[in-house]
């Protein structure tokens, strides 16, 4: 009874044995595959190991060197995978080299590990990778050392800078005739109001028409001028320049009245007589113009403190 337990045991003892080896054996079968051994300097290799396992409990582990002489590694990949049931372990090495020659690529360590087993240690082939420079021309035929030839370049930066400059300095220039045109060609109100200005002025002229101290000429230009004065400093635009016709417009625009409006026409055109048409008008047509015209001057500030 007792031979027969002792031969049973023996019997399952070799099975096992056996059934490990064989699965050890199938986890020893990788396969190793290269994609080319002959390259050029700088061109890439792909080493490919891959292994069939027997069960997820199999695991392998490849040890690469840290520098590999004359061979350069620019990628290492490892994957795993199951295909119908069957455990699938892979890794793909890409590498490189910058030295020219024949060479040889080393065998790679590769352990095998078990849950419940003893680990194995196993080694790759190595392999011979021949690189080269580029093929010479085969013809063989002598080719001439031409010189360089100059292409022709434009840099459109520079015309699309200059365009911006000139634009930049036509907007100045027509910015500063602006601003000199509207600035203060409006004379200086010496602190008092527009308004107190003008009045003045006109008594002053008043004076000088009663005293026949002054051209008629002169006269009706300054006439024309405190209008145009106080009118310009009233409303903050400078109409000195402006015609008869252009500062009636303005009248009309700032509602004056018809009848004012109509006086303030009628002095300015007295003076436009008396400046071109060399017209002398009167002594009473004098002092008509400087009351229409102050008429005009009193309308427009009522107009004005209405609207503020």
């Known amino acids: 009874m007792r031979s027969n337990f002792t031969s049973y045991i023996k019997i399952y003892f070799t099975a096992s044995l056996f059934l490990l080896a ?34 997820s409990d199999f695991k392998i582990a490849l040890t690469l060197p840290d520098s590999i ?3 350069e590694v620019v990628d290492n ?8 049931g069957k455990f699938i372990w ?16 080393p065998s790679l360590n590769y352990r095998i590990n078990h849950l419940n087993k003893a680990s194995q240690d196993l080694f790759t082939d190595s ?57 203060t060609a409006i004379p200086a109100s010496l602190g008092l109001t527009a308004y107190k200005e003008a009045i003045q002025a006109l008594a002053v002229l008043k004076k000088a028409n009663d005293d ?4 008629v000429k ?3 230009s300054k006439l024309a001028e405190v209008l145009k004065t106080y009118y310009s400093k009233a409303v903050r635009k400078n109409i000195l320049n402006n015609t008869s016709e252009e500062i009636l417009a303005k009248l ?38 400087l009351q229409y015209l102050k008429n005009t001057i009193e309308e427009i500030e009522t107009l004005r403190h209405k609207k503020n």
């Open 212 to 215: 026949r101290s002054i051209p």
């Open 252 to 289: 009309k625009f700032h509602e004056v009245n018809a009848i004012t409006a109509s006086q303030a026409n009628e002095a300015l055109q007295t003076g436009d007589a008396t400046k071109f048409a060399k017209y002398n008008p009167t002594f009473t047509e004098n002092e008509t113009a």
């Open 127 to 183: 392999f011979s990778v021949n690189v080269g420079y580029m093929p010479l021309d085969k013809e063989g035929k002598p080719r001439d050392i031409k010189t360089v030839i100059e292409v022709a370049y434009f840099n459109w930066l520079w015309i699309i800078i200059a365009g911006g400059v000139l634009v930049f300095v036509i907007f100045l220039f027509f910015l500063f005739r602006y601003i000199r045109k509207n600035k």
């Open 22 to 55: 064989s699965n050890i054996a199938a986890a020893q079968n990788i396969r190793t595959s290269v994609d080319k051994k002959d390259i050029l300097i700088g061109e890439q290799i792909s080493y490919t190991l891959r292994a069939d396992l027997p069960s």
């Open 218 to 220: 002169e006269y009706h």
């Open 90 to 105: 892979q890794q793909k090495i890409i590498f490189t080299s910058f030295d020219s020659g024949s060479f040889s690529f």
């Open 77 to 84: 990949r490892i994957g795993d995978t199951t295909i119908d």
């Open 69 to 71: 002489p004359h061979f």
